[in-house]
């Protein structure tokens, strides 16, 4: 039986939903992107809640380009997901962490308006 990589909520609301990967529970936020500029290239793009920040200077991730998307769910889980392309595959990996206490330390929700 094959696993889902990234867990979807299908019956909270009427379109399919990103679930923590830590607690499954629904009410996720989209914190931020980066990506890493691969090979010989110099570069990493952020955009957070503050703006877009670039980085002309950043060493290359590897040999292929690295893309990471921040997210955090209410129930005080911090989750990236990490795509890494090499040789004609793109790798996922799933990194997890407990948020701040503070709350003035936590990432901000990237808002639609």
């Not at 997901?81 to 701040?100: A, D, I, M, W």
Request: charged residues 20%; contains cysteine.
């Amino acid at each position: 039986m094959h696993k889902e990589c990234i867990p979807i909520d299908y019956k909270s609301i009427s379109q399919p939903v990103l679930a923590c990967p830590v607690c499954n529970f629904f009410y996720v936020h989209p914190v931020g992107l980066e990506c890493r500029s691969p090979g010989n290239s110099n570069g990493h793009v952020r955009i957070d809640s503050k703006g877009i920040h670039l980085n002309p200077e950043a060493p290359p991730s590897g040999r292929g380009v690295l893309i990471i998307l921040h997210f955090t769910c209410e129930c005080g889980h911090a989750f990236d997901y990490e795509f890494q392309f090499h040789k004609g595959n793109t790798l996922v990996e799933c990194k997890t962490s407990r948020l701040p206490h503070d709350p003035s330390l936590r990432p901000e929700t990237i808002w639609r308006d």
